[in-house]
Nanobody, 126 residues
Framework: QVQLVETGGGLVQVGDSLRLSCVASGRAFSSYVMAWFRQAPGKEREFVAAIRWSGRSQYYAGSVTGRLIISRDNAKNTVYLQMNSLKPEDTAVYYC???????????????????WGQGTQVTVSS
């Protein structure tokens, strides 16, 4: 069983930066595909970014490319989401997700992730 705990959300202004963290339990963390998803009020959950075990392969939704950066520290069992130049449309609950498999299926498909955190709220005020 893997538990994921997200932290770092909050209320920020347009153009500000924020870094989310997700700490995972479990010794096999370094082999997991990790991802961030988000869900805005009244909208479906959407993919934000994913990262493979080494950290060298990253995948992003088109709407966040260049502004949001996913990274991981396997020694700390932690995945990060650095959020820059925040916009009001970035307002959402952000969820961390983990996939124990190592295949190259669609990283944006929420169905591939077996474990989810409880979410952390990010609100961008204009």
């Amino acid at each position: 069983q893997v538990q994921l705990v997200e932290t770092g959300g909050g209320l920020v202004q347009v153009g500000d930066s924020l870094r989310l963290s997700c700490v995972a339990s479990g010794r096999a963390f370094s082999s997991y595909v990790m991802a961030w998803f988000r869900q805005a009020p009244g909208k479906e959950r959407e993919f934000v970014a994913a990262i493979r075990w080494s950290g060298r392969s990253q995948y992003y939704a088109g709407s966040v490319t260049g502004r949001l950066i996913i990274s991981r520290d396997n020694a700390k069992n932690t995945v990060y989401l650095q959020m820059n130049s925040l916009k009001p449309e970035d307002t959402a609950v952000y969820y961390c997700a983990a996939d124990p498999t190592t295949d190259s299926r669609d990283y944006s498909d929420g169905q591939r992730y077996d474990y989810w955190g409880q979410g952390t709220q990010v609100t961008v005020s204009s």
